[in-house]
């Protein structure tokens, strides 16, 4: 079982980026995902989750109206489009699989996203 995130960089404020993150070992359509990040000196946070079959999204208050989470469930691949970036978005940024049912949570390794001028 795995996550592989990808797409992090250094973008200037106003800026966009887009995360991927692959799932292996495990039935990708089959669980509700989640982006956390984590900015340094700080505790990981929630940032966005996503349903199943897409039908339902949530977000931070931080990234709501900016971000935007979506599935592919045929390419196994969990995006976060990133918009109108700012310094304050700069952290680690981490996709999860929740624990559900008998099934453990999964994390990815992060990527590292830097919003700086």
């Known amino acids: 079982v795995q996550l592989v995130e990808s797409g992090g960089g250094l973008v200037q404020p106003g800026g966009s980026l887009r995360l991927s993150c692959v799932a292996s070992g495990f039935t990708f359509s089959s669980f509700a995902m989640t982006w956390y990040r984590q900015a340094p000196g700080k505790e990981r946070e929630l940032v966005a989750r996503?349903?199943?079959?897409?039908?339902?999204?949530d977000y931070a208050d931080s990234v709501k109206g900016r971000f935007d989470i979506s599935r592919d469930n045929d390419k196994n691949t969990l995006y976060l489009q990133m918009n109108s970036l700012k310094p304050e978005d700069t952290a680690v940024y981490y996709c999860k699989r929740p624990k559900w049912a008998w099934f453990s949570e999964v994390w990815g390794q992060g990527t590292l996203v830097t919003v700086s001028p």
């Open positions: 996503i349903t199943r079959d897409s039908g339902t999204t």
